[in-house]
């Protein structure tokens, strides 16, 4: 995967954690970890972030899998376009006048599994939290897998959402420890950045799609252009 994209990959991690620590914040702080052995404490919030990023993974891998297909049916381009084009509407309805529209219902089958888990602090418990963290909707992550879809391949979609992952950590880890770094004003004001990250990850889809670097050839593959015919 190009350097262009693992970084679009960690922003999009490190602005969403940014931004949903006024959502996953609660639920790092109601981590049962204070009920666990001090010995255990340090591994159950690793295993927790471990879920968090295996079920990122396991989505990257779906949703790679189907832009492979999109790739070798010879369709990458437009997939890239109408990934941009989905990203700059996602960001008009969800930040202008139609705000209504909303992708985050149906949760009840992520959100009661939790509740039992968060009764039950043993390390499988963490490992169970974290793995359906990762399923619930978030704007963040459709952002993300817009992007896992366009890298044409299923280990790659998997990569980008594991990095995806790795940046969503920092964020959540000071909120869990040091919770008055993120003060409540503060959280409302990387709202604003949502929307920048959301349209930059766009531009670069709407690039890629108009003006791409490479070729595919028949087995699907990339070829740089300046060595494809």
């Not at 366009?150 to 790659?156: I, Q």
């Amino acid at each position: 995967m190009q350097n262009v994209w693992i970084i679009a990959a960690l922003t999009t991690g490190l602005v969403g954690s940014l931004h949903c620590v006024g959502m996953c914040g609660p639920l790092a702080m109601a981590l049962p970890v204070g009920r666990l052995p001090r010995s255990q404490r340090v591994l159950a919030m690793g295993l927790y972030h471990v879920g968090r990023i295996t079920a990122y993974s396991g989505l990257g891998l779906l949703v790679g899998t189907i832009g492979q297909g999109l790739l070798l049916a010879g369709l990458q381009r437009s997939v890239s376009i109408a990934a941009g084009l989905f990203l700059l509407l996602w960001v008009l309805f969800q930040h202008g006048k139609r705000a209504g529209l909303s992708l985050n219902g149906g949760r009840g089958w992520v959100t009661k599994p939790m509740s039992r888990f968060l009764q039950s602090p043993t390390l499988q418990a963490f490992t169970g939290l974290g793995f359906l963290n990762g399923l619930l909707p978030c704007g963040f992550l459709y952002v993300a897998l817009t992007g896992a879809i366009t890298t044409g391949s299923a280990a790659t979609g998997a990569f980008y959402m594991a990095v995806f992952g790795l940046g969503t950590v920092p964020a959540l880890l000071l909120v869990r420890f040091v919770p008055t770094f993120f003060p409540a004003n503060l959280r409302r004001r990387f709202t604003v950045l949502m929307p920048v990250i959301t349209i930059a990850l766009a531009f670069l889809l709407l690039i890629r799609g108009f003006y791409p670097s490479t070729v595919i050839d028949q087995t699907g593959h990339e070829v740089p252009l300046c060595h494809g015919k």
